[in-house]
């Protein structure tokens, strides 16, 4: 489990290690990760393995809201 601070700052990197992906992409960037009425957390896991493997430290929860503000941000 990680402390408040690490949460908070593992998911501040996380969107900004996503900003210029999705910003590139827009919805696009999203359509791996869907899984019916919402994303999965497990398919983005597997993406993230590769590319940003510290982000797996966050709960799935964590990344799935980090998905949902990278939409509400960057996506136009």
Do not use: I
């Not at 489990?1 to 999203?30: H, N, T």
């Not at 896991?45 to 998905?67: I, K, M, N, S, Y």
């Amino acid at each position: 489990m990680l402390d408040p601070k690490e949460q908070l700052r593992l998911r501040a990197r996380l969107l900004e290690f996503l900003k210029f992906r999705v910003l590139a992409s827009q919805e696009a960037f999203f359509e791996p990760w869907q899984r019916g009425d919402g994303r999965d957390a497990e398919r983005f896991r597997q993406w993230l393995t590769g590319l940003w493997p510290e982000a797996l430290r966050l709960a799935d929860h964590d990344l799935l809201a980090v998905l949902d503000k990278a939409r509400t941000l960057y996506v136009n």
